[in-house]
């Protein structure tokens, strides 16, 4: 197996844990929904503090999932530019100055 091969591997464990994690976010809020709905009645009003809760909610979900799913493409990019590295060196990480 290439180190491309087990980079290529990496990538993707790498990906699905961001994933997993992006998930696992999303029923944190499906969670508090239901914590808001049995606190505050669902009155119908527009921009009711109810509903300023839950758009609050997703928007911080949103912000989280994105930050993740940036961090993780820039994991992603560093470890294939470091397999690009030793793939170039032979088998061997090169130093950087």
Known sequence: ??????GSGSADRIIESFHGAGNTALESVRKFLDTVNGVFPDVRADNGPRQQII???????EQLVGTS???AQKIVKASQDALGEVDKEGGRLSKRS
């Open 69 to 71: 799913t940036q961090l």
């Open 55 to 61: 758009d609050s909610a997703f928007k911080m979900t």
């Open 1 to 6: 197996m290439t180190s491309t091969e087990t």
